[in-house]
């Protein structure tokens, strides 16, 4: 079916095409309020969320920016996206788009995609992440997969590949456990200095 248009997308390859850990994927389709259909023992999502999902991997990668403002940029909200019925109906019996902002007014999209690209972001710090880290180590925080890969500057797959402790950037990733989302909980230390 190479030529074919898809109208299922199995949930289970989702984390593969995006190369992200699944807790991952399942937080983004919390995020974008897409509720995969269950056909015996598998889910899936239809077209028109493939393609949400597709956009906002597309704009985290591409801007930096979080669900949050991608949400807010294409015009989403929590009513809009679920329908007023939270069903995915709009009150009239007619699906609201399985996701997908209504009106479905691509103009209003992309005047705000032109204020949200408009307002003046200063150039990446590329010292941040180290210091992201060591105030991690200092404090004791235990940071999520996405998080150490986002520092790292590396993908989520390629973190949790990773033996259960490994060293970057003059620290100590330590897997510690799990945090309440499903994805790892990483502690963080630096070396000891020799004397």
């Not at 990446?124 to 235990?142: C, F």
């Not at 897997?175 to 309440?180: I, N, Q, S």
Request: net charge positive; proline share 5%.
């Amino acid at each position: 079916m190479a030529g074919s248009e898809i109208d299922k997308y199995p949930v289970a390859q989702l984390d593969d095409r995006y190369n992200l850990a699944r807790s991952a994927v399942y937080t983004r389709m919390k995020q974008l309020s897409i509720r995969p259909e269950r056909v015996g023992n598998k889910s899936y999502i239809n077209r028109e969320q493939l393609e949400l999902m597709d956009s906002l991997h597309r704009f985290i990668n591409e801007t930096g920016g979080s669900a949050a403002e991608f949400i807010e940029a294409r015009g989403l909200n929590q009513s809009s996206a679920k329908g007023r019925n939270g069903d995915g109906s709009n009150g009239n019996g007619k699906n609201a788009g399985s996701g997908l902002a209504l009106p479905g007014d691509f103009g209003r999209f992309m005047s705000a995609m032109a204020d949200f690209m408009s307002r003046s972001q200063p150039a990446p710090d590329p010292i941040k992440p180290y210091s992201d880290l060591e105030s991690a180590a200092r404090n004791g925080w235990q940071l999520s997969t996405e998080h150490i890969a986002y520092l790292l500057n590396v993908s989520p797959a390629e973190v949790e590949r990773c033996p259960d402790q490994f060293q970057d950037a003059g620290f100590i990733f330590t897997r510690v456990g799990y945090r309440r989302d499903g994805q790892a909980a990483w502690q963080v230390t630096k070396p000891r200095r020799r004397i």
